[in-house]
């Protein structure tokens, strides 16, 4: 069921995901802005679900969406937004020439943990935060047998702000130290599936009418 380079390539979060990690942050702030509000779209390339064997699963693609409240927002940390849809192409592959689905339960949560002005990857900007309430059910099949289990948790996530007036801010999911938790697995082909997971997925974000990527600022 997996390759044993990987074993979990999918969520994507994912995101799915706005949540954010910052070099020289002060203290976390207590109130957030956000422009544009309103309905937003998310899209990555390859995702990567790896368990702590070393097993992944991977799917080419993921899409999301979701809503960002108007602002300001209040609190340390804060709510910045909710996944409402997210999805992962299918099938995602995986070790022993295995086969994924990936089916999710929303709502997701984008929360904000500290900001830093001035950094990411444009320089504009960088929210460090968490994607929590993640629910997904992992289905597949390989020469090992059919395998379903659970993934809940959350993961660790830094939003970069867009250039100026750009569509090109992403959400990262990648690193962090936050694990996700595997269970109920049912099947054969379980066998080599670990107990935890971490995910990989580069969203980048729009808004949903005007086509440009949400600036955050703390």
């Known amino acids: 069921m997996f390759k044993r380079t990987g074993f979990l390539t999918a969520i994507g979060a994912a995101a799915a995901s706005v949540v954010l990690a910052a070099p020289s942050a002060v203290a976390a702030p207590t109130s957030w802005t956000i422009s544009p509000t309103g309905d937003f779209n998310g899209t990555a390339g390859v995702t990567v679900l790896t368990d702590n064997n070393g097993n992944k699963i991977q799917c080419a693609t993921s899409a999301a969406s979701g809503n960002a409240p108007t602002s300001p927002v209040a609190g340390s940390p804060a709510k910045l937004a909710s996944i409402s849809a997210i999805s992962f192409n299918s099938p995602c592959t995986g070790p022993f020439s295995s086969t994924w689905t990936v089916s999710t339960t929303p709502s997701w949560e984008i929360w904000g943990l500290d900001y830093a002005a001035g950094a990411g990857t444009n320089s504009t900007g960088q929210t460090t935060g968490e994607i929590r309430a993640i629910k997904a059910k992992v289905t597949g099949s390989s020469i090992l047998g ?12 830094k939003y970069n702000n867009p250039s100026a007036g750009g569509s090109n801010g992403t959400l990262n999911t990648a690193g962090g130290g936050l694990t996700l938790a595997i269970a109920n ?3 054969g082909g379980c066998g080599i599936v670990g107990t935890t997971a971490g995910f990989q997925g580069l969203y980048t974000i729009v808004n949903g009418t005007s086509g440009q990527s949400p600036v955050i600022s703390g």
């Open 185 to 187: 697995k049912v099947g």
């Open 146 to 157: 059919p395998c379903t289990f659970d993934v809940t948790g959350k993961v660790a996530a």
